[in-house]
């Protein structure tokens, strides 16, 4: 069996520095954002692909992942159980005004990336102003 995942991981920052003062806008966009609930979220989005690997015997051989913050948050997850370091990294910085990317792990043991590359789409609004008559 081969699985193929997507995951929105919801905002997964690095922990923000700690502000100078108590109202200072935070890097993440999020309340107290530091180091203990940053492990707390990648144990758990860990534990999800463990539960995955205990229910049906393999992890996934590919995993999009969605709301991540940059290359460094991706690295610690790989790091962790269960992918112990075999899961390689595709990852580019998005355009987003949040500062939130896309990616993609993949099993070195069943993958071999030789190429990848961004496609950007640019969305225009086209206003259409209608007149409307009136007899």
Known sequence: MELFSFYNVENLFLPDPKPKHKLDPTISG???????KYQNKLFKISHVFQLMKEENGVLPFMIGLSEVSGRKVLEDLVKMEPF???????????????????????????????????ITFFFEIIKKHRKLRHN
């Open 30 to 36: 999020l309340r107290n954002w530091d180091e203990k």
């Open 84 to 118: 112990n370091s075999q899961y390689g990294i595709v990852h580019y910085n998005s355009m987003d005004e949040r500062n939130v990317d896309v990616a993609l792990l993949y099993d070195m043991n069943k993958i071999e990336v030789i190429d990848s590359q961004t």
